[in-house]
């Protein structure tokens, strides 16, 4: 077969190159505006880009890293981010960023280290551990420092984290602001982005350069959150304009025991809705910072059916790596034996079961005392029955503990523990913890949980 050979027929041929001009004049001008589109489309990701980079470079030189050093070893022990707030070298950062220095002076040291490869030493001025603040102080002052707006942004504006994650240099990441996440005593912004580890402490920015938020948690899959930059403007206005170091651990005291007040107020004045659990009543969730979660064992192998349901706050206050407190939990179990289980093969299986509890917050020998228990044997009344005689009340072996803060004598964690002991093939268990709360706190709070259990 010829090259080039044109083996159309010739009247084919001659109605395909007629049309050419009809598919010229119809489709160029589609296509032309398509072309368009394409290239209008990517014109604003491209300025966007530059926005992004714009900002990035305006704004590089208040940020820093923020180092924990072991003394001994002269080594990182801990990384952090954090941002500068004025011109004086006052440098804001997460409270848990800087935790063990503040815990062991002795062991750690805390330097920064700009975006430039400067280097120097930071001196604690003032810290809030309820919201995870930290303020320090810079050996040299840096020439640039960031501003903090009194504006909220509007839900679904992006916003800019910056910090550094994973020791992989200063980076920026932009999200969505979606406005104060629910379900927790203590404010948090819910920010669409990816925070990672290293990054805690860092500035998040509007598009105008002011600081809307700080860095502080992720739950992966770009949900994570910060802390509110209005918690920073009132922990810069509680240093005060002569930046004078802060006595940390008075300032800790009062922030907690403050903290455990609002939350046992707003605790002890809500409404306590009840909900079935076997034969009894128990407490649902009394407020929405505690949620509460069931779940039933009733396996073929297990001599006991087993009805679980568990409700916590949250969130917890970091003060080291080994304590924390600020907590509210309660957990109640059914507990029914199966058809021909012997009674003391039900008890039995019962007190192993109830071995395994423990305190919900983490705490070691340097930050708590041992438990006092205090045990006894308590009556809950039941209702009359329907021809209005009285029933016998149930019968429960009660422990309630009680451990006290080393530094912090007026706070204590309390464990309580309520087993019924009247019944051959069912009980019903009751426990709940206070972390970090005051005795008479403490009183209140047991005094209602208890009265509100009913049973059937």
């Known amino acids: 077969m010829a090259s080039g050979r044109n083996l159309l027929p010739q009247s084919l041929s001659r109605k395909i190159k007629a049309f050419l001009p009809i598919i010229y004049t119809k489709l160029m001008p589609t296509l032309c505006a398509r072309l368009m589109v394409l290239l209008l489309c990517s014109i604003p990701c491209f300025a966007l880009a530059q926005s992004y980079e714009q900002l990035y470079r305006d704004y590089r030189g208040a940020l820093y890293q923020i180092r924990l050093i072991e003394k001994s070893s002269n080594s990182k022990a801990g ?94 990441i932009p999200g969505t602001y979606n406005g104060i996440a629910s379900g927790s ?47 920073l403007a009132k922990l810069r206005q509680h240093l005060g304009s002569e930046d004078k170091a802060k006595d940390l651990q008075q300032v800790t005291s009062e922030q907690l025991l403050q903290n455990q007040r609002e939350i046992i107020s707003e605790v002890l004045n809500a409404e306590w809705k009840l909900r079935p659990l076997g034969d009894a009543e128990v407490v649902g969730e009394i407020v929405p910072a505690i949620q509460c979660w069931g779940n039933t064992q009733e396996d073929d192998d297990n001599p006991v059916t087993r009805i679980d349901k568990g409700c916590t706050g949250q969130d917890v206050i970091y003060l080291s790596e080994s304590f924390n407190t600020g907590r509210i939990e309660y957990e109640f179990f059914w507990l029914e034996a199966k058809e021909d289980l012997l009674p003391t093969r039900f008890y039995n ?87 970090g709360f005051t005795k008479e706190s403490a009183a209140a709070f047991s005094e209602k949980f208890t009265s509100e259990i009913q049973w059937h």
């Open 185 to 231: 005593f203590y404010d948090r912004i819910h920010f669409a982005g990816s925070i990672n580890p290293g990054m805690s402490g860092g500035p998040v920015i509007n598009a105008s350069g002011k600081v809307v938020g700080i860095n502080v948690a992720t739950a992966g899959n770009q949900v994570s959150f910060l802390v509110p930059v209005e918690k």
């Open 79 to 172: 990384l952090g981010s954090g941002f500068q707030i004025s011109p004086g070298g006052l440098v804001a950062t997460n409270y848990h960023v800087v935790a063990e220095a503040v815990s062991d002076p002795d062991k750690y040291r805390l330097e920064y280290l700009s975006v430039d490869g400067a280097e120097g030493a930071l001196s604690l001025l003032d810290i809030d551990v309820v919201n995870d603040l930290a303020i320090l102080r810079m050996d040299t002052p840096g020439s640039q420092h960031l501003q903090l707006t009194e504006e909220t942004p509007s839900k679904g504006e992006t916003i800019f984290a910056l910090g550094n994650p994973l020791d992989l240099g200063m980076t920026l």
């Open 349 to 435: 299986y019962y007190e192993q079961q109830m071995n395994r509890f423990a305190p919900g917050n983490d705490a070691g020998e340097d930050d708590v005392t041992a438990f006092k228990c205090r045990q006894s044997f308590t009556e809950q009344p039941r209702p009359a029955g329907e021809n209005g005689e009285q029933n016998d009340p149930i019968i429960a072996r009660t422990s309630y503990c009680v451990r006290r803060y080393k530094q912090f004598p007026d706070l204590y964690d309390i464990f309580y523990l309520s087993l019924s002991v009247d019944k051959e093939d069912r009980a019903l268990v009751s426990h709940f913890t206070l972390s």
